[in-house]
């Protein structure tokens, strides 16, 4: 009995571990797309800069 309440536990925790590197893994996707955007709107706004100034 023993022995399988630690096994549990130990799942438990290797579950929860592999939730939380999904969880970063999708918030550095998400940071990830917001700094391309922000490189391609910085791009974009200097090359309108460059065709009217």
């Keep these: 009995m023993?022995?399988?309440f630690k096994m549990q536990k130990y799942n438990y925790i290797?579950?929860?571990r592999r939730m939380e590197q999904k969880h970063y893994g999708l918030?550095?996707?998400?940071l990830d797309?917001?700094?391309q955007l922000d490189f391609l709107i910085g791009r974009?706004?200097?090359s309108i800069l460059?065709?009217?100034?």
């Design 44 to 46: 974009l706004y200097d």
């Design 33 to 35: 797309g917001e700094n």
């Design 2 to 4: 023993q022995l399988n």
């Design 27 to 30: 918030k550095n996707l998400v």
């Design 50 to 53: 460059k065709t009217y100034a």
């Design 14 to 16: 290797i579950q929860s």
